[in-house]
């Protein structure tokens, strides 16, 4: 028996999107992929709330976080780091030889729009990043806020790492002004990894349309991608099995109703708060906290480790603390197709094996 997903990624898939995954293949330049391919762009365009450009990777969302960098600054980008994902996307700007400066709070604490504003007052940024849900910490950032400081500088784009949180709670893209998010489908999507999805305000298009080929690269460039999307089509071969399976998860998306979605994502994250308030004290900042996954300090000093290890004899799978946190946290993660009847049946276990450390 395979123990059931309560970490950030990837998370529990049920059998409807397996069996999905593994109908037979069709060619990817023929009417009945263009059709696959139109039925999910235009199902995530209406989840994103946004009437702009949706584009398919077959990518980790890694890939696309390197690709945004690339593609959207032609002077200088602004990093905003609050754990160890948005850190991420600074070394990527870097590693990618790209203007950049740091902007980084301690980790459980919020970027906020003041943070934000500060920054973009310089007159220095024509690129920021933010993360929408921190994975590592369990904080989830303020985006609407921050969009509307984003609003006041036309040259600046918002670029959002919103691999943890998209569909765990609402992203409104073109009313935030967000003009590129990106997100992997093993997460709040709750499909396997290999995939990743974004949109593209039409300013991020404009503003790649002025970048070099040379530093855009072939894979990733939004341009070319944007033009094979607009006849539903990609510019190498899709994951079709991905899409299979997206398509199916849009039509149970829809069955629950998205507002319905987020209202369990929501109930899930205060059950789970309100469990590890009592004895383990939460890491996130209040106000702060994510709803999707919830990051525990350990107030209880106990060995979080076996605590992890214990739980996975159990057939249970959590995640211990990332990076600098690791043997100082855990978390759990209540995301994608998970019910409150999981959290209760987890939070039992947990519940069970705390008293025999």
């Not at 994902?85 to 906020?112: M, N, Y």
């Not at 709803?291 to 739980?311: G, P, S």
Request: charged share 25%; net charge negative.
């Amino acid at each position: 028996m395979k123990p059931k997903l309560f970490i950030p990624g990837p998370t529990h898939v049920d059998q409807a999107i397996l069996d999905a995954m593994a109908q037979y293949p069709i060619g990817h330049r023929t009417a009945d992929y263009r059709e696959l391919q139109s039925k999910v762009v235009t199902g995530i365009k209406k989840l994103l709330y946004t009437e702009q450009s949706v584009l398919i990777s077959t990518s980790s969302a890694t890939g696309l976080m390197e690709a945004g960098v690339r593609n959207l600054s032609k002077q200088r980008v602004a990093n905003f780091i609050c754990g160890a994902f948005s850190q991420r996307q600074a070394d990527i700007t870097r590693i990618c030889g790209l203007d950049q400066d740091d902007f980084q709070v301690e980790w459980g604490q919020a970027t906020t729009a003041e943070q934000v504003e500060t920054a973009l007052s310089t007159g220095d940024y024509d690129l920021i990043t933010v993360v929408f849900n921190e994975t590592s910490t369990g904080v989830m950032n303020p985006l609407g806020e921050i969009g509307e400081v984003v609003k006041k500088y036309p040259n600046v784009l918002l670029m959002v790492d919103a691999v943890s949180g998209m569909l765990g709670a609402p992203i409104k893209v073109d009313e935030w002004g967000i003009d590129m998010v990106l997100a992997s489908v093993q997460k709040a999507w709750a499909l396997p990894p290999g995939f990743a999805v974004m949109s593209l305000s039409d300013r991020a298009l404009e503003r790649s349309r002025s970048i070099p080929e040379a530093q855009k690269g072939f894979y990733f460039d939004f341009v070319r991608m944007h033009k094979a999307g607009e006849k539903s089509q990609t510019t190498v071969t899709p994951s079709i099995a991905h899409l299979y399976a997206l398509a199916v998860q849009l039509d149970r998306i829809n069955a629950e109703g998205l507002d319905n979605r987020f209202a369990r994502h929501h109930a899930m994250a205060v059950k789970v708060r309100e469990w590890g308030q009592k004895q383990f004290g939460l890491f996130a900042s209040p106000g702060f906290e994510s709803d999707t996954l919830t990051c525990f300090r350990n107030e209880a000093d106990i060995d979080l480790i076996a605590l992890v290890e214990k739980m996975k004899n159990r057939d249970y799978l959590i995640s211990g603390g990332y990076g600098d946190l690791k043997g100082k946290t855990f978390r759990l993660a209540h995301m994608g197709d998970l019910q409150i009847a999981d959290i209760n049946d987890v939070l039992s276990v947990l519940d069970e094996v705390i008293k025999e450390l």
